[in-house]
């Protein structure tokens, strides 16, 4: 499949979802070349996720997996600012139309400088809430795990942390390690793969 218009991303199956997101991401966000990512490592290749996140369809498709994945107590999802920014939303807005509400929060990577001077933005929820901590690119798993220790400090539980793309650079086994639960909708490995795929016709 190819692409997906929006009024079909509305209705298709979740199955249909993930090989249009996974075209969207190798299409719009995958780059090959010399890159320096944020944990200071070289790659050969960079994903810019925003470029998938920030538009409508891919927000809409993120939206749909991710809400399908959450655990069903999940009472609200969050991530470190800025690339958790329009997951969070996405899916909380998704949420919604699907008759199960769940906020979102956004974690600064900074308590702001004025007014409650906060580490997190969104509303407040009672002490002992269950979230789900969301990523759009997992390298290292630091940053995600930034969130975790900030929502936990907060008194919110957390025991998953779900991704777009998983680089496959370690950060899965960190989480293990951190006695995290954790899944991404996709590997490094499937866009790679997706991308032969595409240079091949």
Not at 65 to 83: K, R
């Amino acid at each position: 499949m190819q692409s997906l218009n929006l009024a079909n991303v509305v209705t298709a199956p979740l199955d249909e979802l993930r090989s249009g997101l996974r075209q969207l991401i190798t299409q719009l966000a995958y780059q090959e070349g010399n890159f320096t990512l944020s944990s200071g490592q070289s790659s050969s290749y960079y994903i810019n996720g925003k470029k998938v996140t920030l538009t409508a369809e891919g927000g809409l498709m993120l939206g749909r997996l991710i809400l399908a994945l959450l655990p069903a107590d999940t009472q609200a999802v969050a991530g470190l600012t800025l690339g958790a920014d329009p997951l969070v939303s996405a899916v909380s807005i998704v949420s919604a139309y699907e008759q199960q509400p769940i906020p979102a929060l956004i974690v600064r990577k900074e308590a702001k400088g004025h007014g409650t001077k906060a580490y997190i933005e969104g509303p407040d929820l009672a002490t002992g809430a269950k979230v789900v901590v969301l990523e759009d690119v997992v390298t290292t798993g630091k940053s995600a795990l930034l969130a975790v220790e900030r929502l936990r400090g907060a008194g919110y539980v957390v025991e998953e942390i779900l991704a777009m793309v998983d680089r496959e650079q370690g950060g899965a086994e960190f989480y293990q390690g951190q006695g995290l639960r954790f899944q991404a909708l996709f590997k490094i490995s499937d866009i790679q793969e997706q991308a032969r795929q595409n240079q091949s016709f």
